[in-house]
């Protein structure tokens, strides 16, 4: 039976794309993740049944949903394997095998696990997707992500021929020291030639300084070749990463993310080595080969039959690899990234007592991920101790044959040995080829990791007209799932309109709605139903970049650099010390600067953390105010100041004529709104001032009774 081809998932939540993926492969239809990403709505939640379904139907699969309502019975689907069952944890898993009381199943995650049934109906949900090609699947082959990905780096042609030139000329060079065997065997020591010792000696030496020195240059070009590239391709993925919508980020973490940039810097010497080496290895293969069967055809057949061995093992030996490449490399990123995380929240760490929580925690990601490492290096060692063995097997056959052929007189003491260094340059190409294919496998395992990030469309930028002045914001029936335009609605027929001057303020009970609304606003999602207008015309009609300087959003926690208060209000660097101060001084932030020891070039600390709440606050203020924004959003960005603070920098906002979206549970901070929009449930149940909506709803008379 037909084996399905393991897919590793990309991500946390790719659980759902792998087993597709799987599933293309197994009937001849050779996608990428990355792909299917682009065809597929994944949620932070992951992959929605029904978005299986709709992709799956893309690529001419007939996708039919089931519930077993008795998991006794998942033998009756043995005809309909391989199909996708859905285990707790909103898990996708492709089932591969039933056989007797044995199922055998693909794990996105970890790859083959083979199980009892009753172990096996201890997850599953019952849930399964059976996918059978119709007559709109079509075959197809694999399109090489990873060639396209590589080819986005420098690499400098001159100094790639001039480094494979000088490859050649040192590889032509390392010819002379079989002949050279050869003849002092043969001519000097057999013929007893003293008189060519010393000149013999002579050449050698400036042969050995012209090898040095030629090595030299060769690795000196090589190592900068390595640096431009992957300097340039680092470059390129990371401007990428910033143009990513925010979608791409509800599912990854920052410590993922991290990670596979990172992972960027073990490419350096695998990429150019293969560049160089392929061609320089391949020729001489080629050269010696011809030599050797000029040699003794015999002794050269025997050689090349080691050789094709060596590459069979080489090959079957890659295939164990590769799925220990891709545990090792998704443990490490699991491992860094919760390290990252719990760095970023050290004070929260500390004041719940969490350390030797959060250190167990990291422990047992640590502990998977030397496993893994452990399997891979093992795997590792076992190969070098093959070659290492394999390496002295070809010697002594030669000198085992090569003796026979001696004493008939059929070759010499000195063609012996010269073979013997033959076999050599011959073999250790082979293997260097066999090496170069094994790194560029492991290369791939990173790339995969890449391309989510390399191939995933951009924001679109939209290159409409340019927005200078605004007047009015109006969202009319606004629809917005995470999973998509047929989701699970998490806002329900949003209605609302802000003019330039008023104050609007959102409120409502955690999660109902109201930060999703203002990532609307901004344009962070495209995909919704209704119509969001700015102006009387459609948002989407409008340069991405001229819209979102006409906003500027608090969040209640924010992002700070390791600098100056100066580099992080004005983090551009293209503002004068007056506009710094003036910013400052409208988010009532003055006072406090001035008491610093530094003043505007006090350093605040790594995320601000020499700073308090208030204080990192109105730094924020200060850092949207200097970009002159004409509609300012709190989004509780202002729920650590006290009222008095609060009150004045509100003032200082409505002198400046700007427009202001507050969403808080504060009611010091909403009594003064012009209008506000009480949400429940993703939905606007009842809008109006704060003294009419609480005299007439109870709910939001109960949200504020006992502020």
């Known amino acids: 039976m037909k084996q399905v081809k393991f897919i590793q998932q990309l991500s946390e939540t790719g659980c759902g794309v ?9 009937y001849g239809c050779k996608t990428h993740i990355a792909e299917l990403n682009k065809k597929i709505n994944i949620s932070r939640d992951g992959v929605s049944l029904r978005e299986l379904i709709k992709v799956s139907k893309i690529y001419g699969l007939t996708a039919r949903a089931m519930q077993l309502q008795d998991k006794e019975n ?13 285990k707790n944890n909103n898990h996708y898993i492709v089932l591969c095998k039933i056989k007797n009381d044995f199922v055998s199943y693909l794990d996105p995650e970890i790859g083959k696990v083979t199980v009892s049934i009753e172990e096996f109906n201890k997850s599953f949900t019952g849930i399964m997707l059976l996918l059978t090609p119709n007559k709109e699947f079509k075959k197809r082959k694999k399109k090489n992500y990873s060639f396209s990905l590589l080819k986005l780096g420098f690499l400098d042609k001159k100094m790639i021929v001039l480094a494979i030139f000088l490859s050649v000329v040192i590889q032509m060079m390392t010819l002379f020291t079989p002949w050279i065997t050869k003849y002092v065997i043969d001519d000097v020591v057999g013929k007893s030639a003293n008189t060519n010792i010393f000149i013999l000696f ?31 391709l680092k470059k390129i993925i990371v401007e990428k990463t910033f143009k990513l919508p925010l979608k791409f980020f509800d599912i990854r973490s920052a410590g993922e993310i991290i990670s596979r940039i990172n992972s960027i810097d073990a490419l350096q010497q695998i990429i150019t080595n293969i560049v160089t080496s392929i061609f320089i290895d391949f020729t001489t293969v080629v050269i010696v080969a011809i030599v050797m069967l000029r040699s003794s055809v015999k002794l050269a057949y025997i050689i090349f039959a080691m050789g094709f061995i060596l590459c069979v093992f080489l090959l079957f030996f890659l295939k164990t690899v590769d799925k220990k490449n891709l545990n090792s490399i998704m443990s490490r990123e699991k491992t860094q990234s919760y390290l990252m995380e719990s760095f970023s929240n050290i004070t929260i760490m500390k004041t719940l007592g969490a350390n030797k929580i959060v250190v167990g925690k990291w ?7 030397i496993s893994s490492e452990y399997i891979r290096e093992k795997t590792l060692g076992l190969y070098q101790s093959f070659m290492l063995s394999y390496r002295l097997l070809p010697t002594f056959v030669i000198l085992f044959i090569g003796s026979l052929l001696i004493n008939d007189k059929v070759m010499s003491i000195g063609e012996m040995m010269a073979f013997i260094s033959l076999t050599n340059l011959f073999l250790n190409p082979l293997a260097t080829i066999m ?27 939209n290159d409409g007209k340019y927005i200078k002045n605004f007047e009015q914001l109006e969202f009319n029936n606004v629809d917005f799932s995470y999973d998509g335009r047929c989701g699970e609605k998490v806002l329900n027929n949003i209605t609302f309109n802000l003019k330039k001057g008023d104050r609007i303020s959102f409120v409502g009970r955690t999660g109902c709605g109201k930060t999703t609304i203002v990532k609307l606003i901004l344009m962070l999602y495209p995909y919704y139903n209704g119509n969001i207008l700015i102006n009387s015309e459609n948002i989407n009609k409008y340069n991405l970049k001229s819209y979102r300087k006409l906003f500027g959003i608090v969040l209640q926690d924010q992002m700070f650099f390791n600098d100056t208060i100066r580099n992080n209000i004005d983090i551009a660097q293209s503002h004068t010390d007056d506009e710094v101060k003036q ?29 308090s709440g208030g204080q990192r606050q109105r730094l924020a203020i200060a850092r949207i105010l200097i970009n002159e924004p004409q509609i300012v959003i709190l989004d509780e960005g202002t729920n650590q100041l006290d009222a008095i603070t609060e009150d004045r920098i509100m003032k200082n906002l409505k002198e400046k004529n700007i427009s202001l979206i507050t969403i808080t549970h504060r009611l010091s901070t909403i009594v003064s709104s012009d209008k506000i929009f009480f949400l429940d449930n993703g939905k606007i149940v009842d809008s109006g001032e704060h003294i009419e909506l609480k005299e007439r709803n109870e709910s939001y008379s109960r949200l504020f009774e006992k502020q």
């Open 18 to 26: 792998a087993a597709i993926c799987m599933i293309l492969d197994f």
């Open 74 to 86: 998942i033998r009756q689907i043995y005809n309909e394997l391989p199909c996708i069952c859905l």
């Open 202 to 232: 002579i050449y050698s030496i400036i042969f050995a300084f012209a090898y040095g020195l030629f090595s030299f240059i060769r690795y000196k070009i090589i190592s900068l070749l390595e640096k431009k590239y992957v300097s340039s």
């Open 363 to 369: 422990g047992e990601f640590y502990n998977k991920q």
């Open 435 to 461: 090496q170069n294919v094994f790194d560029f496998q492991y290369s791939t395992s990173i790339i995969d990791r890449l391309t989510e990030i390399v191939f995933e469309d951009e924001e679109p930028v």
């Open 583 to 611: 910013a400052i001084k409208i988010a009532c932030f003055e006072a406090d600067v001035e008491k610093m020891p530094f003043k505007m070039d006090t350093q605040i600390g790594d995320n601000g953390h020499n700073l």
